[in-house]
Nanobody, 124 residues
Framework: QVQLVESGGGLVQAGGSLRLSCTTSELTFLTYAMGWFRQAPGAEREFIAAVSSPSGRNTDYSDSVKGRFTISRDNAKNTVYLQMNSLKPEDAAVYYC????????????????WGKGTLVTVSS
């Protein structure tokens, strides 16, 4: 069973940056498409970004983060990253890592594996 562990969340001022990481011990990590989702209080879980496998050449972003966030992967480290720049108060949420062998499943949020989340707080 694939286990995903997020890190890098915390408190940041508006306009600042954070880099989230999602790491797994799964030896076949490079076969999985990966994604990031977020959920704010009272809201549904929202798609943020996805990256294809194994090279990471294909990426997709939600309109709300396009141009500010960047998803990438390092297969040698079994890690996917979410670089978040120009953070806004509305970016505050719990951020979840997701994995599935189908890229379309990651886009749709219908994945086989979820992380437990990491909290991002943005102050004004």
């Amino acid at each position: 069973q694939v286990q995903l562990v997020e890190s890098g969340g915390g408190l940041v001022q508006a306009g600042g940056s954070l880099r989230l990481s999602c790491t797994t011990s799964e030896l076949t990590f490079l076969t999985y498409a990966m994604g990031w989702f977020r959920q704010a209080p009272g809201a549904e879980r929202e798609f943020i970004a996805a990256v294809s496998s194994p090279s990471g050449r294909n990426t997709d972003y939600s309109d709300s983060v396009k141009g500010r966030f960047t998803i990438s992967r390092d297969n040698a480290k079994n890690t996917v990253y979410l670089q978040m720049n120009s953070l806004k108060p509305e970016d505050a949420a719990v951020y979840y890592c997701a994995a599935d062998q189908r890229y379309s499943a990651v886009i749709a949020g219908r994945v086989d594996y979820w992380g437990k989340g990491t909290l991002v707080t943005v102050s004004s």
